[in-house]
T-cell receptor
Framework: DAGVIQSPRHEVTEMGQEVTLRCKPI?????LFWYRQTMMRGLELLIYFNNNVPIDDSGMPEDRFSAKMPNASFSTLKIQPSEPRDSAVYFC??????????????FGEGSRLTVL | AQSVTQLGSHVSVSEGALVLLRCNYSSSVPPYLFWYVQYPNQGLQLLLK??????LVKGINGFEAEFKKSETSFHLTKPSAHMSDAAEYFC?????????FGTGTRLTIIP
């Protein structure tokens, strides 16, 4: 049974370039979360979706960040333009029933972004 | 708002020794609490969770945690550390529909 699939696993880009990270949640899950992990800030929730609808994007750092979920099996996180401070590991996670009431988030392996 | 505090960003124990990772929470409502583990270059995976009922919760890989309301704590323990336990451990509390994670504790096992 496939878990959460993220791509790319690693991305190195130059400041000012557009970055698109992709996520395929577990089939049947209807909540999707984007987290960012850095040494300085730890794990930060950026945005989450229930049934493909963005519920809370208060964690999105600024307008350079945007996320979409056009259908139940795909989501993107876009950074445009990218900056060196965006360098981090970005995780996608999915869960069942619209809220993590069981708390069991299933995480992908992450996308490690380096912005030079 | 809910929050968790993990005491000690790094913990080292000898193989076979007791593992104790500390977590204190703050919550205005009865909390749902979780421990996740992250192995190098991987995502997080659930170790155990407390929602309601029994305050001593058993998880995978021999870990357990006890919910103590009077101490607002949810410490993670394992009687005997194994080399494979080396990882980063995150405590988390559920608020609304979101999980708020602690800053993590990196566990090192000394052979």
């Amino acid at each position: 049974d496939a878990g959460v699939i993220q791509s790319p696993r690693h991305e190195v880009t130059e400041m000012g370039q557009e970055v698109t990270l992709r996520c395929k949640p577990i089939s049947g899950h209807n909540s999707l979360f984007w987290y960012r992990q850095t040494m300085m800030r730890g794990l930060e929730l950026l945005i989450y979706f229930n049934n493909n609808v963005p519920i809370d994007d208060s964690g999105m750092p600024e307008d350079r960040f945007s996320a979409k979920m056009p259908n139940a099996s795909f989501s993107t996180l876009k950074i445009q333009p990218s900056e060196p401070r965006d360098s981090a590991v970005y995780f996608c996670a999915s869960s069942l029933k619209g809220t993590p009431t069981s708390g069991e988030l299933f995480f992908g392996e992450g996308s490690r972004l380096t912005v030079l | 708002a809910q929050s968790v505090t993990q005491l000690g960003s790094h913990v080292s124990v000898s193989e076979g020794a007791l593992v104790l990772l500390r977590c204190n929470y703050s919550s205005s409502v009865p909390p749902y609490l979780f421990w996740y583990v992250q192995y190098p270059n991987q995502g997080l995976q659930l170790l155990l969770k407390y929602t309601t009922g029994a305050t001593l919760v058993k998880g995978i890989n021999g870990f357990e945690a006890e919910f103590k309301k009077s101490e607002t704590s949810f410490h993670l323990t394992k009687p005997s550390a194994h080399m494979s336990d080396a990882a980063e451990y995150f405590c988390a509390v559920q608020g609304d529909e979101k999980l708020t994670f602690g800053t993590g504790t990196r566990l090192t096992i000394i052979p």
